[in-house]
């Protein structure tokens, strides 16, 4: 077996009991500080990573995504899941190829959303979505690598906060191909448990991006999966621009206090 085989394998028995997290580095460092705390699996932010490129997310191309994906999952023992956003095409076929593209990179997982970038449109019609997800599945059987296929439904985070829909949608997804169903922004129990027994026995992902429940609280509801999406990467941006402008505006450090030994944390002997 090859290491993406193993990574492969440990990825997908996480799925299949218990709840695990997989909060999202966005870059080698984050990465390899959040494998030291003991998380068993990583997943990529497209808007972290972005920041690092002084873009905003959605703004990064097809090379730079991959070649972020090849550091990220050579740098770490322990899989990873690839925020792949929309699969870089429109069409389901050059959906397929560029798949493949990420696949060969080393991840253990992907993740293809069904967002347009069209605020007027801001979905794909529905029988489209479909022939993207069943485009990233036979890409991935193909490969012949079993990389998990995560099929995300956008409404809540593009202003089509339909329940209902969504749920047609990943239950759609899920006969596509998809092996793990996701609706990044629902931010209340009723809709977490909504999605889970609407999808059963796919496992479903849940973005916490806000205090609104906890791990525990999560795995009661049947959550299998759980990522912070660019919500770490945020966090850090906040310590960086409020230390930044109290130098600018008062000329003071007092945020320079406290602060973590990273080369301690990230030596390697």
């Known amino acids: ?72 999952a050579d740098a770490v023992a322990v899989p990873v899941n690839a925020d792949f956003q929309g699969g870089f095409a429109v069409d389901p076929e050059q959906v397929n190829e560029n798949v493949k593209l990420a696949v060969a990179t080393g991840i253990a997982g992907l993740s293809m959303e069904d967002s347009t970038g069209d605020e007027a449109d801001p979905l ?63 931010n209340n129990v009723e809709q977490v448990a909504a999605i889970v027994a609407a999808v059963s026995p796919q496992p479903v992902n849940l973005l916490i991006n806000a205090p609104f429940i906890t791990v525990r609280d999560a795995a009661n509801l049947g959550v299998r999966r759980i990522s912070v999406g660019g919500t770490l990467a945020r966090t850090a941006w906040r310590g960086f621009l409020e230390a930044a402008h109290e130098i600018a505006e008062a000329g003071t450090f007092s945020q320079f206090e406290q602060l973590p030994n990273v080369d301690d944390l990230l030596r390697h002997e």
């Not at 990465?31 to 997943?43: D, P």
């Not at 193909?142 to 969504?166: A, K, M, N, Q």
């Not at 749920?167 to 629902?186: H, T």
């Open 1 to 72: 077996m090859t290491v993406q085989d193993d990574r492969v394998a440990a990825f997908r028995h996480l799925h299949s009991s218990g709840c695990f997290v997989m909060p999202n580095p966005w870059d080698v460092g984050t990465a390899s500080a959040l494998e030291q705390m003991g998380f068993q699996a990583l997943a990529t932010t497209s808007a972290g990573f972005a920041w690092t490129l002084g873009r905003a997310d959605n703004q990064v191309v097809l090379d730079q995504a991959l070649e972020h994906l090849r550091l990220v």
């Open 124 to 186: 794909y019609e529905l029988d489209l979505a479909v022939e993207r997800i069943r485009a990233a599945r036979g890409a991935i059987d193909e490969s012949g690598t079993g990389v998990v296929l995560t099929g995300r439904s956008e409404g809540f985070v593009v202003g089509r906060p339909d329940i209902d829909e969504t749920i047609r949608r990943l239950r759609a997804y899920a006969e596509a191909g998809a092996d793990c169903l996701y609706a990044p922004r629902i």
